[in-house]
């Protein structure tokens, strides 16, 4: 074990890669009642995709530890999740099962563009100005779900959106769990969103606002209302041109987030670690292979796409430099699946903060747009603010791919855009097409 993962050669050891590991998933513990929340909002069985949750995030880091060797967790991942129900089922009206089957599409399509190294193509097709921006958006979008969770946001007849009762037990008991887990975040509490959660669940018991779970640990939750379902619906739905075009542009936004969301966290940690060596990575196919396999498994256990995360690097910070790391992380996901009577009490108030703070977490990337640059500004805004302004993932990246040529035409650029994106111009303008059909 210690050759396999050359302990000697990154100075590390049993005890600091296992603590690290732990340090990892508790970090990320979160989404095992956040993404059954979100999800379940879509009519899919919350134990179902708790159970489904646990497997795929273990699988795909087990994979990710054996195969690729790296301290890199994953998961079904936040935007990702939320574009999975929010747009794609409730908005654009698709079945939760052939948004599932879609997921396992992207993950099949992601595992070929990885063996035949397309993938370096489309990244160097596609400015970064827009990849910041799509991050950005995404967070913007979780952190409105979570306000409008949270009862803090509410519709409104005159101006579409307004601030809520803050007075309601709910919403003062979201309010304090914002509050709670910023503290724990800025004062740099490994695992602060987690343990925020842990605190608002506990304070909402106490108060009466929440009830009391039966127990802590209890059976597994059958797979069976959602194992296998990407497949089995098929056959049951009538195809139309429209359905078939709609599935395509999912399929497309799902490859689309997961993929450059994949890439910048495995950068993002590898060169937190110091593992990246003249700019390049060692077995990032490996690592990439790992990502894509999960999102396929995932898919067929009944969740959305699974994808690395970023809070890996408090493993890292935590003294992680070996797939070792990711071993003891697996092992902890499977051991999670013993505690889903907890779902009981992770209620909107307690993973709407939850939400807001990643949210802030993604839009972290707004600093590094060009805002001084308009041709690039412009595409930029309006991939950011469509998001959650329309209520959708897909709109506001199709807004920025159309106006990016747009305006760097205008600007006596073109020559300087890939042909990869002028196609994509007209993939755009063909999915507004379909929308209005």
């Known amino acids: 074990m210690k050759r396999y ?65 790296y301290p890199i967790a994953l998961a079904p991942g936040m935007g990702l999740n939320a574009f999975f129900t929010y747009t794609v089922v409730l908005t654009m009206g698709i079945p939760w099962q052939i948004a599932l089957f879609s997921v396992f599409v992207s993950g099949v399509i992601f595992i070929f563009i990885t063996l035949f190294g397309i993938r370096e193509k489309v990244i160097n097709a596609i400015p970064s100005q827009l990849k910041y921006a799509a991050a950005a958006g995404i967070g913007l979008y979780i952190a409105f779900i979570g306000f409008q969770n949270t009862g803090i946001v509410v519709a409104d007849e005159s101006t579409m959106v307004a601030l809520g009762d803050m007075t309601q037990a709910t919403t003062v008991l979201a309010c304090f769990g914002l509050l709670v887990t910023v503290v724990l ?153 013993f505690f889903s009577p907890l779902l009981t009490v992770v209620t909107d108030e307690v993973t709407g903060p939850a939400l807001i703070i990643v949210g802030v977490l993604m839009a ?42 747009i305006t760097m035409v205008l600007k006596g650029k073109g020559r300087d855009i890939h042909p990869i994106m002028y196609a994509l111009f007209f993939v755009f303008i063909i999915y507004f097409a379909f929308l209005g059909a």
């Not at 890669?17 to 909002?41: D, K, R």
């Not at 009519?43 to 795929?56: C, H, K, N, Q, R």
């Not at 999102?295 to 796409?305: E, K, M, P, R």
């Open 5 to 69: 993962f050359e302990f000697e050669e990154w100075g590390t050891g049993y005890r600091q890669e296992s603590m690290a590991g732990l340090t990892t998933f508790l970090a990320m513990a979160y989404i095992l009642f956040v993404n059954p929340s979100i999800l379940s909002e879509a009519g899919m069985d919350e134990g179902a995709v708790f159970t489904a949750t646990a497997l795929s995030a273990a699988v795909g880091t087990l994979i990710m530890g054996l195969l690729a060797r």
């Open 185 to 337: 975040m800025v004062l740099g509490f490994q695992g602060g969103i987690f343990y925020g959660m842990v605190i608002t669940a506990a304070a909402g018991i106490l108060f009466g606002v929440i009830s009391l779970p039966d127990a802590v640990v209890g059976s597994v939750p059958s797979l069976a209302p959602t194992f296998g379902t990407a497949f089995t619906f098929l056959g049951e739905l009538e195809w139309s041109a429209q359905m078939t075009g709609q599935i395509a542009i999912v399929v497309l936004t799902f490859l689309f987030v997961d993929f450059f969301d994949t890439a910048g966290t495995l950068y993002g940690v590898a060169n937190q670690a110091g593992f990246v060596k003249n700019n390049k990575l060692p077995r990032a196919g490996r690592a990439l292979l790992a990502d894509s396999s999960a999102t396929s498994i995932g898919a067929v256990l009944g969740t959305s796409t699974t994808t690395a995360y970023i809070e890996s690097t408090s493993g890292v910070a935590a003294g992680a430099r070996t797939g070792f790391a990711s071993l003891i992380t697996g092992v902890l996901f499977l051991l999670s699946l």
């Open 364 to 405: 972290s990337s707004l600093r590094l747009i060009e805002w001084d640059k308009l041709e690039m500004a412009l595409p930029a805004f309006l991939t950011v603010v469509a998001m959650p302004m329309t209520y959708s993932i897909a709109t506001g990246i199709a807004l920025g791919f159309i106006f990016y040529p």
